[in-house]
């Protein structure tokens, strides 16, 4: 075992969900490199399984370094994979669905600090000192309403529209990926999951899964309480633990 390894834990699970015939989400679970990652495709059945598992499968590949070579090498990566993707739908624009994409959330770690890359509306939490905290930032027209236009979350998500993304990989010729850089401490408990997972459960259900002592536990709240609902959705989570 690295001396990464040793340092982080982390357990990840992905579920169909009650509704969906078929799992278009992806996870990355490497603690020994100080990687993870959540993609949650769309496109249909086989274009959203198969974006997400391109991401996934690129990412596993991306080389050792420190955490700004390895930030640089990951930013890359989703640059190719979205100029790919990009390209794989202008070839099938003519086809009833043409839509082949996704979203995603990673996560690098290295001993202290740690960058965390989305595009989309997959995201990023932290538990810290008993409060949870979101990182990320929905790339989605709800939170562009909110943001722009001041609307209450409430009034936002009545807009017909509410949940489109407004960026994810594959779906333009350019990506903008945002990236936020924070140090990390003992103790700090991190959650990247879709949206089939949070749009299931209240931010003080996540609070308290997160709270629980060990990641098992954690991760197994998290699709208990999940699937308690209807679960509309494919559920991912990943969740990290120093």
């Known amino acids: 075992m690295t001396a990464m390894a040793s ?3 982390s357990t990840a699970r992905t579920d169909t969900g009650k509704v969906r015939a078929r799992n278009e989400d992806a996870f990355l679970d490497l603690p020994q490199a100080g990687l993870w990652a959540v993609a949650d495709g769309m496109g249909g059945h086989q274009n959203g399984a198969l974006a997400s598992r391109l991401i996934v499968e690129q990412l ?6 420190d955490l700004p070579q390895r930030l640089l ?8 994979l979205n100029r790919r993707l990009s390209q794989e739908l202008t070839v099938t624009a003519a086809r009833p669905d043409p839509v082949i994409g996704s ?6 770690m290295d001993d202290e600090r740690a960058a965390c890359v989305w595009a989309g509306d997959s995201r990023c939490y932290l538990w810290r000192g008993g409060r949870l905290y979101q990182l990320s930032r929905d790339h989605s027209l709800l939170q562009q309403l ?3 236009q001041q609307l209450s979350p409430e009034l936002a998500a009545r807009h017909p529209a509410a949940h489109a993304l407004t960026r994810a990989i594959g779906a333009s010729d350019s990506l903008e990926l945002d990236i936020l850089e924070f140090a990390v ?3 700090d408990t991190l959650l990247l999951c879709s949206d089939g997972l949070y749009q299931s459960m209240a931010a003080d259900a996540l609070g308290a899964a997160l709270s629980l ?3 098992s536990l954690t991760l197994e709240q998290l699709f208990r309480q999940a699937l308690k609902g209807p679960a509309r959705d494919n559920l991912s989570a990943v969740v990290i633990r120093r």
């Open 213 to 215: 002592p060990s990641i």
């Open 103 to 108: 979203t995603v959330v990673a996560l690098l």
């Open 73 to 80: 090498a990951l930013r890359r990566c989703l640059h190719e």
């Open 7 to 9: 340092r982080w834990r």
């Open 146 to 148: 909110i943001d722009q």
């Open 60 to 65: 596993a590949e991306l080389p050792a370094g």
């Open 185 to 187: 401490y003992p103790g």
